[in-house]
């Protein structure tokens, strides 16, 4: 799993995910993981649509800041 | 050795005899090699087989002549007069003294050269379809976001400047990245800067998605330099597919042709490159719903899961409850029953208690009975006792010590409230 996948693979990757949840295979422990995760793509596929390089850049690490932030209140 | 000749009534001579035996007008084929307009237009034509000149001439088309002619020429062919332009015309044959044997262009036949063209185009095709080249851009794979996009152009076409606005003022925001690959797009040196320019794209293809080509105004002309041989083969090598937005309404050229995607104008490159990104954006969208919406249905199918578990479970401890408390009513029940017999038994004792409590000797002391013990034992008749015996009576309190006087043996005391004795007692009080 790449952080900053290119556009074909984290539209694969989104797939994929939705796939396992419509078709109720996920398993649910993982469930909150995975959704988490195709919501990360999709927002950095919608970032990166309207952001040059650098900008994306900035917006990932403030995206991981949040998620490290996130982590810590686990 | 005749009388030798100016030059001037040599180039005379060669003047009369050519004007007086050909006809007035030729109609004649050849290519353009050069073309100079100076308010008249000077031409160079030849006559090529295979790729060597065998016949050349200087022509000329006299400016009265020239403006309409190059305007139909234009307007029909969409081609200007130019180097390699192949033309039918109608000439006169004329010898200057001074300035020798030239064409004089009256009318050029665009017809002729439309089809001159189209022929040129079909062999170009032809052989590109031939080395296998025709359709190898097609076969790329067309980039789901084309963001990154090389313009092979002039910064100084109203097309870039139109593919550059549209691009930029999207409505839906999405960044572009352009990288302008500067060419030639018109006259003789366009092929070559083309070639040049796709060129640098393919040596920076890793950090393109996909190639533009635009050209200027949208004027009809200079098109022929896009009917390339050269060019269609380059665009045929490129790892990127090329889009072709060259502009023109008639027949599409070999850079279309062979180009990945082509539009009509600059403006309509830009909206295909929007809404294949836009396209994207759908997928995404439409995913992202998808995924709300099962992950909605998935929990709310373990919501559903869990009450019925839990509807089951109270079911169940229901029952078992329930069966528990049947089983404590008759405890219960059993419980008060007992409470009640113990109660009950309670109540009976106490009457019995009391009945007893009638009996214990204590209480008929205290009625004024009193017993009579002669040797510790209970006197209960007058004819066990002897005269002179020592009696013990026990009263409710204390005691006496008395000796019998005399006694009545026959009489009993119950009945008889006229109780007589033997002799009185003497009594002693032991206290």
Known sequence: ?74 | MSKALSLFELNQLIRTVLENSLPDTFLVTAEIASCDVKNHCYLSLVDKEEDTIRAEIKAVIWAGRYKEIAEIFEKETGARLSKGIKILFQATVSFHERYGLKLTINNIDPSYTVGELAVKRREILERLVKEGLIDKNKGLEFPLVPQRIGIISSSTAAGYEDLMTHLTNNAYGYKFVTTLYEAVMQGDRAEASIISALGQCAAEAVRLDVIVIVRGGGGQLDLQCFDSYEIGKAIALLPLPVISGIGHQRDVTVTDEVSHSRAKTPTAVADMLITKIRDFEDRIDSLAHAMVHGVRHLTLDMKEGLSALSRKLEIATGNKLLGNFHLLNTFVKGLQYSLRYILNEQQKLAGRESNINHLNPVNILKRGYSITYNNGKAVKAASGVKINDTLRTVLHEGELLSRVEGRQSDKRIRGNKDKKTDGTANLKLYD
């Open chain 1, 1 to 74: 799993m790449k952080d900053a996948p290119n556009y074909k693979e984290a539209l694969e990757e989104i797939e994929a995910i939705v796939e396992e949840i419509e078709n109720e295979t996920v398993d649910v422990d993982v469930l909150s993981e995975k959704v988490k995760r195709a919501a990360y793509l999709i927002r950095h596929c919608r970032e990166k649509l309207r952001k040059t390089d650098d900008e994306i850049r900035k917006v990932l690490e403030d995206f991981e800041k949040e998620e490290k932030a996130g982590a810590g209140d686990d």
